[in-house]
């Protein structure tokens, strides 16, 4: 089956930008989501298909996806932002794939 | 507004099965697939599987072949999921959640703790 590998984690600081990256063989034929858990919370969808935002979501959430690699970029990050982000694909058999999570620490 | 309120935490000993609810409220029921993904303790999303709520038709992963039935009441604009068979490592916090393309919303989740 399909895998998506994510880093563990990503620190950075306030008012700085947090690239978490998903990889995958030949993601970039693929169309990625990005969701975002704080604790005890359900996952809410902060990128769709590869780059575009929800409404509510702030600009400064930002997504690409090219080769291997699809990228989730917060800019300006803030407080607010510490939670787990999920990148999430669908396979060749129509199954949905997630990654393994990546826990961003804002220092 | 959209919704989906899922059922209440459960409590199964090993062997059992669990069977979880999903209402749909805020649009037309039978327009978008419904899907369930866990979570257990401390790890990663997992799919488990999806249904049509229009023609009832389902999909689930392979992992869970067997042993989960997804199910739908179009009268009541519920979905369910039936795990059956479980084992410690099914303690895991169970949500549905809407296809649009993406899974745009989700259910609160429900525990489901399984006990020898």
Known sequence: SYVLTQPPSVSVAPGKTARITCGGNDIGSKSVHWYQQKPGQAPVVVIYLDRDRPSGIPERFSGSNSGNTATLTISRVEDGDEADYYCQVWDSSGDRVFGGGTKLTVL | ?116
Not at chain 2, 22 to 51: D, N
Not at chain 2, 57 to 66: A, D, E, H, L, R
């Open chain 2, 1 to 116: 507004q959209v919704q989906l309120v899922q059922s209440g935490a459960e409590v199964k000993k090993s062997g059992a099965s669990v069977k979880v609810s999903c209402k749909a409220s805020g649009y037309t029921f039978t327009t978008y697939v419904i899907h369930w993904v866990r979570q257990a303790p401390g790890q990663r999303l997992e799919w488990m599987g999806w249904i049509n709520t229009g023609y009832g038709n389902t999909k689930y992963s392979q992992k869970f072949q067997g042993r989960v039935t997804i199910s739908r009441d179009t009268s009541a604009s519920t979905v369910y999921m039936e795990l059956s068979s479980l084992r410690s490592e099914d303690t895991a916090v169970y949500y549905c959640t809407r296809d649009r393309g993406t899974f745009d919303y989700w259910g609160q989740g429900t525990l489901v703790t399984v006990s020898s």
